[in-house]
Each structure stands twice: as structure tokens, then as C-alpha cells.
């Protein structure tokens, strides 16, 4: 049931509270609405007390916020001048700053001592090879140590960060990072994934044929075995830390120096190169993990993420707030379903995060964790890439744990954080996320551009924040980044999302507002569509677009079953009763099909527009941005037969 109480917070001794006691003398907060109205309105103080109170090192100076009439050119701290990986690097002790496993049960850990003296190697040769501020160095690696430490060197010199997971097939590397021009590029010889050992370099010299900026390349033993390459020119990254050459200067940049670049998914043409500052990423991810999230130092973070997906960035953020990261590479089901959590528990994980389908995926299995686990230290669940759906938050708190804090949160690539997030100090209600993120001015719009109130809209930001784009990458005038954000309303951030504030002042997403349902003249986000459907036993997930008609549209439904089992004309009638119950008559789909296999991105996210296209007869551009694409055929077929 939406709205029902969870859980509610049994100490009022976090961060935020902290916060607020420190800016008591500034303003009078009696709630967390006046925090975050306070925060959006008076955004030069909230920002320039947020910097003291977190202990941001850097030489901050007067101009905190010069606004503008035009949101994209409204800068924060533009004056301001720091060093991204100084920040995350203050301790130099021998406890851990890194703890790595992966699916095959190996394990190894880096102290601080040792990650700052590897970071200094690194960053020594990047400079031995004249890379200079604002290169670029690009990164097919998989969530490993090396991968944090290339990161960090590059920040350390001025250089722009890019990488993708080692998943992404030559196509999709090439036409993300032909774009940027690296001039080195970072790979591993291979990885495992669900017990298979991958060979990352079998496509090394087309990719190097396809982008000739690349001077340099670095190779990454996965493991302990030699690295038997003889056809191209390479350096082997352990003879770079053999090295006793280190730079150990953290010069400054200016607070909106480039740190690194993402990319959109590229599902709907070439991806967009989103450029991240350094200073804006470093702020926004404080303030997400000490206030919203209650991170402390010599906390255990733990994130299931690649390095494709934003996650990681934010988890290697939290660095800075002097806490242990925990990595895992690999298949979370490997070697078990509840391998994420063995090692939660062995290694006291206090903060735990993941995608919601991981979550879904466990509730359909019916896995009961608390059974096997304790997770004494566990005091923060997180949830995002999609919406996590009520079920979902009742199956952590009755299957997981009972006392701890589950934040769903939301945001995105496009602004490297969240929009609406967690709360240690409210309750958390089954199905919402709990609050606008401080900083963030969030509202719901309708169509018109009028705010509203529970009823179902488009999620938008109505004033700037520090971890906006500070450009995409070659776009003259703009003309992409206001494309991508500002065609709906005018100088007011649109972000895609169909979503609804609660009267708990809390939100819910309904999935992406360009991929809503309309039937009937009633507009629906798919999440609530799914969240009843794969309820039902025997369904592992499912997708639903619009399919358009002559005067008409109609809402299709492809299901994934578990493998021994069918879709019949029973189960079609069950899923419908269950829609109509549950939902509405208008919700109910005009069509209902069984599918072995539902596209996704790398990060896991479903592709309803690809869906869409394909059952509307529309082409479909950069399938080998998909994690399975493969399963579009399936798609193709089913269209040729409506």
C-alpha cells in the first residue's frame, strides 16, 4: 500500500541535524521544509556554509553564486579554485581506503598510504607522457581498484576522466570516445562475468584504428597472469607502479574545471557527452552522502555499479568524506544470489547500494536475507536507476532488515546526482521517495507549466545547482544542452521524469515521461503498470509501450516468464484482472506477449523507446549501446505480425 509507514528514524544524531545547528546563527529552521526552502532561496549561504561545515579543501573566494538570466550560464563559486583528488585523499594512514572482491571470491585490499603512493606513480607518468590539463584519458575498465587510482592521478594534473564499462562492445566505445579524442586509453586484458572469462583486447586494434588521438596505451593485468601482446605498443600498468617517480603536488583548478566526462545512453543517436566539473561534482556528492545519506568517516561504502554507470563516480566521491569503498566486479549472482550481502556482512558494510531491479529481482525470488545474515553494521540501503516499487520497499524491511534507513533515490548522468533523495530524520513511506534534495528546486509541473500537488506531472528543477552540466562536449552554442533540457519549459530544467509529490511531501517516479502511457485519453507512467504485473508469480519483468493506430493508440505488454513456464490465456486473463483491479480498466493492454529476453542499457535500465520504435516501424539507431541487443529480433517479429 502507498503511504504506508516503514520505518522512522530512531536517533537524531546525523549530519543534518549537525548542519542545521551550524547555520543556526543564519537563519531559524524548525522543519525540513524550511532547511530546503531556505537552501533554494538563499543559495550563496547554504552553499558557502556547506563548504565550511564539510571541510572542502581549496581557497574559496567571495563569489559563491553569480546568477544570470540564462540557467545554463549561472555559475557557483567561479572564483573558487581546488583540487578534486586532494579532497579525496586526506588520509595517508594504513587503514583501508579501498576493499575490493570480485565473482571469482578474490579479494584485495588498498590502504590509504598505499593509494595515495599509487595515485602519485600514475599521475608522475601521465605527465612523463606530456598530458596536460583538460586531455582527455579514457578508461574501458572494470570496478577495480587500478580504476579508481587512474582516476584519481588523472583529477590530480587537470585531465578530463571518461570510461565505460568493459562490457561495452567495440561499437559503443568507439562512438563515445572518437568524440573526446583521449589521448591515452586504459583497458584490462579481460574480466569475468557469471563464471566467464571475457577477453577485453580481441577488439584493441580496431578501436585504436577508429579513434587516432590515442597515443598511449595502458594495460591492466585483470589477474596474475602475463600479458601476451605482441601486435601493438603498450605499457604494462604494474611496471608504472614499480616506479619510485611520484608527483605529489595538488595543484588547483578553478571550481568548475572539467573532471569528467559521461555519456547519455545513446539509444536514441550518437551519445551526448555530458561534461561534469570537478568542484560541482565533489560538493553536490557531500552534500548527498553526509546529509541526506548520513555517510561518516570510517564508514564502509558499498554501491553495485560499473564504471559505465554515474554510481560509480558518486561512490568514489565518498572518498573525500574519509570512508572505506567497497568495490565488487562481476555478476551479482555469482557465485550465489546473496553474495552481495555475505560480503556486507563479513566486511560490516554500513551503507549499501544498488539498482532497484537487484531489489526486485530478490523479492521474486523470495531470497530471505535476514535468515542467513546479520548485517549488525548496516545502517543505510540505497535504491536507484529505476523506480523501486512499494513491494519492493516492504521486501527490504521484512526480508533484508527491519531497522535501517532504505533511501530511493533519483536523479541522473545529466547532473551526476540526485533531485530527490533520502532523509535520515523522516519516515519512510512504502513506494516514496522521501524529499527534494537540498540545493535542488525541485517541482512537479503540468503541461502548462503550472506547479502542482499530487497529481501526476513532469519532474523539473526551477533554478540552477552546482552540478549542472558545464558543457556537453563539442556543441556549438549550446544547442544540444538546451535541446536535452530546456525545449519544454523555458529556462527551467525539464528532466524526463513522470512523477507526483505526496501529501508526505515525498515523491514517486513513474518512469521516464517520454516513454508514459496514453490510453483512453488517461497518460500513466509504466512503473505502476509493472509494479502489479510483476507481482505475479512466475513473471520475471515486463515491459509495455505505446503502439499507435490509425486514429487511435493501444498499450502493448511483453512479459519475460521464469524459463519452464508459458504464457496462456489463463495468465493473460490473471494479468488483467490484476491491472484492472488494481489500477484501472484504462490501464488494461490491448495486447499481452511472452518474450525470452527485455532490452537494456549496460546499467540495467529498460529501453521503452527502443520497444517503441521497433512496434511503431521506426528505425532504431546505436543497438550496440544495449546490453543484450540481440533480443531485439523478437521485437522485430512481433511487429511484422500486429
Same mark, same amino acid.
Given at each position: 500500500m502507498f503511504g504506508k509507514k516503514l520505518w522512522s528514524p530512531s536517533t537524531t544524531i546525523n549530519n543534518i541535524n549537525l548542519f542545521t545547528n551550524y547555520i543556526n546563527n543564519e537563519v531559524?529552521? !524548525?522543519?525540513?521544509?524550511?532547511?530546503?526552502?531556505?537552501?533554494?532561496?538563499?543559495?550563496?549561504?547554504f552553499w558557502d556554509k556547506f563548504w565550511e561545515f564539510t571541510k572542502i579543501i581549496g581557497e574559496k573566494k567571495d563569489i559563491i553564486f553569480r546568477d544570470s538570466e540564462n540557467f545554463i550560464e549561472t555559475t557557483f563559486f567561479d572564483t573558487s579554485i581546488l583540487n578534486y583528488t586532494e579532497?579525496?585523499?586526506?588520509?595517508?594512514?594504513?587503514?583501508?581506503?579501498?576493499?575490493?572482491?570480485?565473482?571469482?571470491?578474490?579479494?584485495?585490499?588498498?590502504?590509504?598510504?598505499? *593509494?595515495?603512493?599509487?595515485?602519485?606513480?600514475?599521475?608522475?607518468?601521465?605527465?612523463?607522457?606530456?598530458?596536460?590539463?583538460?586531455?582527455?584519458?579514457?578508461?574501458? *575498465?572494470? !570496478?577495480?581498484?587500478?580504476?579508481?587510482?587512474?582516476?584519481?592521478?588523472?583529477?590530480?594534473?587537470?585531465?578530463?576522466?571518461?570510461?565505460?564499462?568493459?562490457?561495452?562492445?567495440?561499437?559503443?566505445?568507439?562512438?563515445?570516445?572518437?568524440?573526446?579524442?583521449?589521448?591515452?586509453?586504459?583497458?584490462?586484458?579481460?574480466?569475468?562475468?557469471n563464471n566467464k572469462k571475457i577477453d577485453t583486447l580481441k577488439h584493441i586494434k580496431s578501436i585504436i584504428n577508429e579513434i587516432p588521438s590515442i597515443e598511449n596505451i595502458i594495460i591492466i593485468p585483470y589477474g596474475e597472469d602475463k600479458i601476451l601482446i605482441k601486435d601493438f605498443k603498450y605499457k604494462n600498468w604494474n611496471e608504472i607502479l614499480k616506479s619510485k617517480?611520484?608527483?605529489?603536488?595538488?595543484?588547483?583548478?578553478?571550481?568548475?574545471?572539467?573532471?569528467?566526462?559521461?555519456?547519455?545512453?545513446?539509444?536514441?543517436?550518437?551519445?551526448?557527452?555530458?561534461?561534469?566539473?570537478?568542484?560541482?561534482?565533489?560538493?553536490?556528492?557531500?552534500?548527498?552522502?553526509?546529509?541526506?545519506?548520513?555517510?561518516?568517516?570510517?564508514?564502509? &561504502?558499498?554501491?553495485?555499479?560499473?564504471?559505465?554507470w554515474m554510481m560509480w563516480n558518486w561512490l568514489v566521491s565518498s572518498l573525500a568524506s574519509k570512508t572505506t569503498i567497497v568495490l565488487y566486479d562481476g555478476s551479482p549472482f555469482f557465485p550465489n544470489n546473496e553474495y552481495l550481502f555475505d560480503i556486507a556482512d563479513k566486511e560490516k558494510i554500513t551503507f549499501f547500494g544498488t539498482g532497484a531491479k537487484y531489489i526486485d529481482y530478490l523479492k521474486q525470488n523470495k531470497i530471505i536475507i535476514k535468515d542467513n545474515y546479520k548485517l549488525s553494521k548496516l545502517k543505510t540501503m540505497a535504491s536507484t536507476g529505476s523506480p523501486l516499487v512499494q513491494e519492493s520497499f516492504d521486501y527490504v524491511y521484512y526480508n533484508i532488515k527491519n531497522n535501517l534507513h532504505l533511501a530511493s533515490i533519483s536523479g541522473g548522468t545529466d547532473i551526476i546526482s540526485c533531485f530527490v533523495t533520502g532523509n535520515p530524520n523522516m519516515d519512510v513511506y512504502s513506494g516514496e521517495i522521501q524529499c527534494a534534495a537540498l540545493g535542488m528546486d525541485v517541482d512537479i509541473f503540468n503541461e502548462k507549466g503550472n506547479s502542482i500537488k499530487q497529481k501526476k506531472g513532469e519532474l523539473v528543477c526551477k533554478t540552477p545547482f552546482p552540478s549542472k552540466p558545464i558543457y556537453f562536449w563539442n556543441d556549438k552554442d549550446n544547442k544540444k544542452y538546451l535541446d536535452a533540457y530546456f525545449k519544454k519549459y523555458k529556462n527551467v530544467w525539464h528532466h524526463g521524469d513522470f512523477c507526483e509529490k505526496t501529501k508526505n511531501n515525498g515523491y514517486i517516479i513513474y518512469g521516464r515521461s517520454d516513454a508514459t502511457l496514453n490510453a483512453g485519453g488517461v497518460r500513466f507512467g509504466t512503473a505502476e503498470l509493472y509494479r502489479v504485473v510483476e507481482n505475479i508469480d512466475n513473471i520475471i519483468e515486463c515491459v509495455a509501450v505505446e503502439h499507435s493506430l490509425c486514429n487511435d493508440t493501444e498499450v502493448i505488454l511483453f512479459i519475460k516468464m521464469q524459463s519452464q513456464f508459458n504464457l496462456n490465456q489463463d495468465l493473460k486473463k490473471l494479468i488483467k484482472l490484476e491491472i484492472k483491479s488494481n489500477l484501472s480498466p484504462k490501464h488494461v493492454p490491448s495486447k499481452i506477449f511472452q518474450v525470452k529476453d527485455i532490452p537494456?542499457?549496460?546499467?540495467?535500465?529498460? &529501453?521503452?523507446?527502443?520497444?517503441? !520504435?521497433?512496434?511503431?516501424? *521506426?528505425?532504431?539507431? !546505436?543497438?550496440n549501446t544495449l546490453a543484450n541487443p540481440n533480443c531485439l529480433k523478437e521485437f522485430e517479429y512481433i511487429y511484422k505480425d500486429l
Open positions: 531559524k529552521i !524548525n522543519s525540513y521544509e524550511d532547511l530546503h526552502r531556505w537552501s533554494v532561496e538563499k543559495k550563496e549561504i579532497n579525496c585523499l586526506q588520509n595517508n594512514n594504513d587503514e583501508d581506503a579501498i576493499i575490493f572482491y570480485n565473482e571469482q571470491k578474490f579479494s584485495k585490499r588498498v590502504s590509504w598510504k598505499k *593509494l595515495r603512493s599509487n595515485v602519485f606513480k600514475i599521475s608522475y607518468y601521465f605527465k612523463s607522457l606530456n598530458i596536460k590539463q583538460q586531455d582527455r584519458i579514457a578508461a574501458v *575498465l572494470p !570496478n577495480m581498484p587500478e580504476t579508481v587510482q587512474a582516476f584519481l592521478a588523472c583529477a590530480q594534473i587537470g585531465a578530463i576522466w571518461s570510461s565505460c564499462s568493459s562490457d561495452f562492445g567495440p561499437r559503443a566505445i568507439v562512438d563515445r570516445f572518437k568524440q573526446i579524442k583521449p589521448k591515452i586509453l586504459i583497458i584490462t586484458d579481460h574480466y569475468f562475468y617517480n611520484k608527483y605529489e603536488n595538488f595543484e588547483k583548478f578553478n571550481f568548475n574545471h572539467p573532471l569528467y566526462i559521461l555519456f547519455s545512453s545513446g539509444t536514441t543517436g550518437v551519445p551526448k557527452c555530458i561534461v561534469h566539473g570537478a568542484g560541482g561534482s565533489l560538493i553536490q556528492h557531500k552534500k548527498e552522502h553526509q546529509l541526506h545519506l548520513d555517510i561518516k568517516e570510517n564508514d564502509k &561504502v558499498f554501491y553495485f555499479t560499473t564504471c559505465g537494456k542499457t549496460k546499467s540495467g535500465k529498460i &529501453v521503452e523507446l527502443t520497444i517503441k !520504435n521497433i512496434i511503431n516501424g *521506426l528505425d532504431v539507431k !546505436n543497438k
